[in-house]
């Protein structure tokens, strides 16, 4: 959805919304679309384009906010917010995501584009509420852990708000997401607590925690194979 830009309030994107991407990492995304679209008209290639909301659920590199905040969260660590934590972000399962890839692969129109929402917008701060008041009920600590929610300085070209009509691919291909968000929240949080085994050595051994797009000193492929498990 950051190929659309960004949204004023109560708006969302649709299938025949203008691309205006504000950064270039949704700049490059809004380029492999039209690159795509370019090789249909041009050669005739069959093709099919998908725009997702934000993803979330097990496997979750933890350079992103859900994933970064329940493990911060579990290891009492400050949980940063971006700004005044006002952004909205649409939030889609990504087991509901696969299979709304696989309904477009199979029924869906050649040369079609198909937007891909769970119906889930939701301000990031809420979101990181929520996080921590089902760990809380799950693993009581004595302190809320809301009390580590910490506001630090908004980044670069963050769109303040994204949100996506998904009724193109329920009304014509019969897709809906069967996640709410607050079940997909919930069985996230307790994917990640019964799978230690995945995120404690990328925790440890590899990734610090820091966004990678900000990072000053890269990780090499070395570095990475070498700090492996």
């Known amino acids: 959805d950051e190929v659309f830009g960004t949204l004023d309030e109560d708006e969302f ?3 025949s919304t203008v691309y205006d991407p504000r950064s270039p990492y949704s700049a490059s995304k809004a380029s492999s679309d039209h690159l795509v679209s370019a090789w249909r008209e041009t050669y005739g290639l069959p093709t099919l384009i998908t725009n997702c909301s934000n993803n979330y ?6 350079e992103k906010l859900i994933p970064l905040i329940l ?3 579990l290891e009492k660590k400050p949980l940063p917010v971006y700004g005044d934590g006002r952004q909205v972000r649409d939030w889609l399962y990504v087991e509901d995501h696969v299979k709304a890839l696989t309904t477009v692969f199979e029924r869906g129109r050649i040369g079609e584009t198909y937007n891909v929402g769970g119906r889930a917008p939701t301000e990031n701060l809420t979101v990181v509420e929520r996080i921590c008041d089902l760990l809380d009920a799950r693993m009581p600590d004595g302190e809320p852990r809301r009390n580590l929610i910490t506001f630090v300085t908004d980044r670069p070209g ?3 708000r994204y949100a996506i009509d998904p009724t193109k691919i329920e009304t014509e291909l ?3 997401a069967e996640k709410t968000f607050d079940t997909g929240i919930a069985a996230t949080v307790d994917w990640y607590l019964d799978n230690a085994w995945w995120w404690q050595p990328l925790r440890e051994n590899v990734y610090s925690g820091t966004r990678l797009g900000l990072l000053t000193e890269s990780i090499t492929a070395d570095e990475l194979a070498e700090n492996s498990v």
Request: net charge neutral; aromatic share 22%.
């Open 158 to 160: 963050h769109d303040r």
């Open 71 to 73: 493990l911060n969260a």
């Open 57 to 62: 659920g097990p496997f979750h590199f933890p």
């Open 13 to 15: 994107f649709t299938e």
């Open 174 to 176: 019969g897709w809906r």
